[in-house]
């Protein structure tokens, strides 16, 4: 059976996934379970197909469309339900394509540097991906005394307003052109630029060699011009917004670089497998944008990075198909706090007041935050299907200091939040 379609020099086919998943949680002030959907890779359905042109040239095009029921990874302590943006457009662009030269796309589609920090070789990217806010975006987070702020985990880091992935180093979906090599030894270059402004490259590499099976990729962007460029107030990838008077506008400049790299082997024969990532961002106006803010008398760390470990062994145990245990830690430290999506300094007022620190104007010079986990994926072959369950222990602590007196300093170790993550994905 086969969609109907407008012609027949042009292909169609019809795919996607739902990934839907129940979620539990305790945030130190509250404890309870939600259902939604697990938007480390959300439900979405897609459009693609080619056309053969002459000789090795091909064209192409690709349409995806995101679907959530209910956004887990913005729910808090009082909303179990987030049906905000239930149907977005993820990719809109077509191709070019030639066997020896390689292939253009134009269009809205992913930066030669998406996926950057998320190389692996087992089966655990659409429940486990190395990101905090996947996860833990919505939460509040809630001081030693038991008082929860107005601020949550994902302010702990600068928000990006395109994905709020909030990850040093890795890329995302944009409107761009770019170009993709053919693979070469098992390595592949991307290049890309578009937006108002950014350019970014990527190397990549996956190939089987004695026994092993080996991926990895590095990618380095930079990002210039408008901070607004999706959209107004739309931080780009986390990146402070400042125009020539100093203040925030949605077409103000942003002057970032990031550098993010992964990479993974699997031994084949026993399933044992190792995965590491590491990303960084420097954003250039971070210290221009405190001062423009008042905040002149402190060295702003203007630097973001992270790093993650993932290991364990996928081996197929059951006849249905195979079998991922595995461990994981993931760190992150972060600068001075850049962490709406305006690229304003990030007020940490609350928790000021929560601890009585009596701070006129409270501001974080820089914070840390990590994770550890444990879980477990089963493939079901005949199914085109993956059931998870997974645990993750997430700690937080704020170097903050009083912008209005920036010799008062307070560092805060936030109360611990663990979750546990249970569904599926099944793919059509």
Request: charged share 20%; aromatic share 10%.
């Amino acid at each position: 059976t086969t969609a109907r379609k407008g012609n027949r020099k042009v292909s169609l086919t019809i795919s996607g996934q739902v990934n839907e998943a129940l979620m539990w949680f305790d945030a130190g002030d509250e404890t309870n379970v939600y259902q939604g959907t697990n938007d480390t890779a959300r439900s979405r359905f897609r459009l693609v197909g080619d056309a053969k042109i002459t000789g090795d040239w091909k064209a192409g095009y690709l349409m995806e469309f995101g679907v959530r029921s209910n956004r887990l990874n913005r729910v808090d302590q009082d909303n179990a339900n987030t049906r905000t943006d239930a149907l977005d457009l993820r990719h809109q662009a077509w191709w070019i394509d030639n066997k020896s030269l390689g292939r253009v796309w134009l269009g809205l589609t992913s930066q030669a540097t998406d996926g950057i920090t998320e190389v692996t070789t087992a089966n655990m990217n659409h429940f486990a991906r190395p990101s905090l806010s996947k996860w833990n975006g919505g939460f509040f987070l809630v001081t030693p005394n038991g008082v929860r702020t107005t601020n949550t985990w994902r302010n702990l880091q600068p928000s990006d307003g395109v994905s709020g992935d909030n990850v040093a180093g890795e890329g995302d979906r944009r409107h761009l052109v770019k170009y993709e090599s053919p693979a070469f030894e098992g390595f592949k270059v991307s290049a890309a630029w578009g937006e108002d402004d950014f350019w970014d490259m990527s190397l990549r590499y996956s190939k089987d060699i004695a026994g092993f099976k080996i991926a990895a990729g590095i990618g380095y962007a930079e990002y210039t011009d408008d901070s607004g460029a999706v959209g107004a107030n739309e931080n780009l990838r986390g990146c402070t917004g400042l125009d020539p008077a100093g203040g925030v506008t949605s077409s103000s400049d942003t002057d970032c670089n990031t550098l993010g790299l992964s990479a993974s082997i699997m031994h084949e024969a026993t399933g044992l497998f190792v995965t590491g990532a590491y990303g960084q961002r420097t954003d250039d106006l971070r210290g221009e944008r405190f001062a423009s803010a008042g905040v002149a008398s402190i060295a702003i760390d203007d630097s973001d990075d992270f790093w993650s470990v993932q290991a364990g062994i996928e081996q197929k145990f059951v006849a249905i198909g195979k079998t991922t245990l595995y461990g994981e830690y993931w760190h992150a430290e972060t600068g001075a706090q850049i962490g709406d999506t305006s690229g304003d300094p990030q007020s940490f007022q609350s928790t000021s007041d929560a601890l009585a620190l009596g701070f006129g104007s409270a501001r974080s010079s820089g914070s840390q935050v990590s994770y550890w986990g444990v879980g477990v994926n089963q493939h079901i072959e005949a199914a085109a299907m993956d059931l998870y369950l997974a645990y993750r222990h997430h700690t937080a602590e704020a170097d903050l200091f009083d912008a209005a007196a920036t010799a008062n300093r307070a560092k805060v170790e936030y109360q611990d939040l663990d979750i546990v993550m249970g569904g599926a994905m099944i793919k059509f």
